[in-house]
């Protein structure tokens, strides 16, 4: 089955520019999808296909995608930013696949 | 404003059966794919399935498949997992999730399964 690898934690300080990267062999045909979970709150989309922001999303979130890997960057990290972070795309059924998560700490 | 309210989660013994549901409010199922994703106890998020918007698609992860189906009702703008031969692998918190063009961009709270004897 197909699979999204995703680092456990990444980790930085407030103000710091944060990187959680995704891998998978698809990603070149495929869209990337990042969502945001803060705890006990409800799932965010952060950015879809790839590097688009939604509205609502503060522009210090970015997406981009190159070659296996897509790459979420939250530039100058805030504490509020803390949270469990999942790529997702599709597959070759085109069915969702979500990576492990990445656990994100700002102190 | 849309909400989705997930219920019939409980404790189920190992083989039996159990069906959740979705109430949606705010919008119309029709109008919308509708997905069940949920969450292991420390571990990540997971796909279940989805119908898509006018009910024709369905599909199901694999470790789901033929055991698991998901419906609604249009009449009760409800969502459905009816899920059969539990194992313990299925214990999580079940999300009914709607989707928009692959956003999934709306949540509900969850509704807890476990399965144990």
């Known amino acids: 089955s197909y699979e999204l690898t995703q680092p456990p934690s990444v980790s930085v300080s407030p103000g710091q520019t944060a990187r959680i990267t995704c891998s998978g062999d698809?990603?070149?045909?495929?869209?990337t999808y990042w969502l945001q979970r803060k705890s006990g709150q409800a799932p965010v989309v952060v950015i879809y296909e790839d590097s688009k922001r939604p509205s609502g999303i503060p522009e210090r979130f970015s997406g981009s995608s190159s070659g296996t890997m897509a790459t979420l960057t939250i530039s100058g990290a805030q504490v509020e930013d803390e949270g469990d972070y999942y790529c997702?795309?599709?597959?070759?059924?085109?069915?969702?696949?979500f990576g492990g998560g990445t656990k994100l700490t700002v102190l | 404003q849309v909400q989705l309210a997930e219920s019939g989660g409980g404790v189920v013994q190992p083989g039996r059966s159990l069906r959740l549901s979705c109430a949606a409010s705010?919008?119309?199922?029709?109008?919308?794919?509708m997905h069940w994703v949920r969450q292991a106890p420390g571990k990540g998020l997971e796909w279940v399935s989805v119908?898509?918007?006018?009910?024709?698609?369905?599909f199901y992860v694999d470790s789901v498949k033929g055991r698991f189906t998901i419906s609604r009702d249009n009449s009760k703008n409800t969502l459905y997992l009816q899920m059969n031969s539990l194992g313990a692998e299925d214990t999580a918190m079940y999300y009914c999730?709607?989707?928009?063009?692959?956003?999934?961009?709306?949540w509900g709270r969850g509704t807890l399964v476990t399965v144990s004897s």
């Open positions: 997702y795309s599709t597959d070759s059924s085109g069915n969702p696949v």
């Open positions: 705010g919008f119309t199922l029709r109008s919308r794919g």
């Open positions: 119908i898509s918007s006018d009910g024709r698609n369905k």
């Open positions: 999730v709607q989707e928009s063009i692959w956003v999934f961009d709306h």
């Open positions: 698809a990603l070149p045909k495929k869209y």
